[in-house]
């Protein structure tokens, strides 16, 4: 089972930029498709954006135009780049890993607070 532990949360001010890292203790090459997910306090956790083994892209309309997700497979590495943040955008972010078959692998999170 490959563990994710992402990193790279913190305190940003409205209209401030964070980039958020995945990082995978195997190949990233195995997962069929990664994604970010984020939860905030008292609600679900919500599906933000996919990036596919075949670089197909989709985004949360809460956050297109405004999060890249990217990948680096040598560094086995998931990305999320957040620009323009808003307050509504702070939450637990997470990725997570699919592989064919159904099984998938979870990271545990880091805290994004968007805040003046």
């Known amino acids: 089972q490959v563990q994710l532990v992402e990193s790279g949360g ?3 001010q409205p209209g401030g930029s964070l980039r958020l890292s995945c990082a995978a203790s195997g190949s990233i090459s195995s997962f069929f498709a ?9 609600k679900q956790r919500d599906w933000i954006a996919t990036i596919t083994e075949a670089d197909r892209i989709n985004y ?3 956050v297109k135009g405004r999060f890249t997700i990217s990948r680096d497979s ?35 999170g880091t805290q994004v607070t968007v805040s003046s």
Do not use: F, H, I
């Open 10 to 12: 913190g305190l940003v």
């Open 34 to 42: 990664m994604a970010w997910y984020r939860q905030a306090p008292g």
């Open 60 to 62: 949360a309309d809460s």
């Open 74 to 108: 040598p560094k086995n590495t998931l990305y999320l780049q957040m620009n323009s943040l808003k307050p509504e955008d702070t939450a637990v972010y997470y990725c997570k890993g699919a592989w064919t078959g159904g099984r998938e692998s979870w990271g545990k």
